[in-house]
């Protein structure tokens, strides 16, 4: 059974929910709307998904050491199934991948115009036993100081069979 579900909102909903959410937190979402998720546009593995809108309410859930249990009921570590730089070559433009590697190269901070925005860019060369690879590191993670070894989760594969 999943245990993550993607939840978006639009517009000046978006805007208006943004702020209430930080990385690697968990919240209870209620009063969206529950459709069928589209997994071309999404690597969370669930058949549904949470549209959010102006009756939307978010919480954050506490994390309660004292009332945890051993059991399956308890929210799930985050797991990743790593795959070789080899096989990602071979793998399908807008499919999702877990990697890690030595990096090898590491870009200046590039910034680039998108809808009107700038972000922040970082290109890296990532490399395993089994080939490299250019990987595009996005805003935050552009600016986070570079590990010798970087472990990425839910990657893009985009154009030129890069991440």
């Known amino acids: 059974m999943p245990k993550q579900i993607r939840a978006i909102a ?8 943004f702020p209430l959410f930080s990385k690697g937190n968990v919240y209870m979402i209620s009063s969206g ?3 069928l998720s589209n997994k071309m546009y999404s690597q969370i593995k ?3 998904m949470i549209i959010m809108n ?3 309410e978010v919480e954050l859930c506490k ?6 249990s ?5 929210i799930a570590k985050q797991i990743f199934v790593f795959v070789p730089i080899e096989s990602i070559m071979q793998s399908r433009i807008w499919t999702y991948v877990d990697v890690i590697g ?11 115009n998108s809808c009107q925005r700038k972000l922040k860019k970082r290109p890296i060369i990532l490399v395993d036993p089994s080939g490299k690879i250019e990987v595009t590191l996005w805003e935050g993670d552009a600016e986070n100081s ?3 070894i970087e472990m990425l989760s839910h990657c893009r594969i985009q154009r030129m069979f890069g991440l």
């Open 63 to 68: 994390d309660d050491d004292e009332n945890k």
């Open 10 to 17: 639009f517009n000046y909903f978006a805007d208006k929910l």
């Open 33 to 35: 709307k529950v459709v």
């Open 70 to 74: 051993n059991d399956n009921t308890d």
């Open 54 to 56: 102006e009756k939307t």
């Open 46 to 48: 669930n058949d549904y």
């Open 102 to 112: 030595y990096v090898e190269c590491v870009q200046p901070l590039q910034v680039a």
């Open 146 to 148: 570079m590990k010798t």
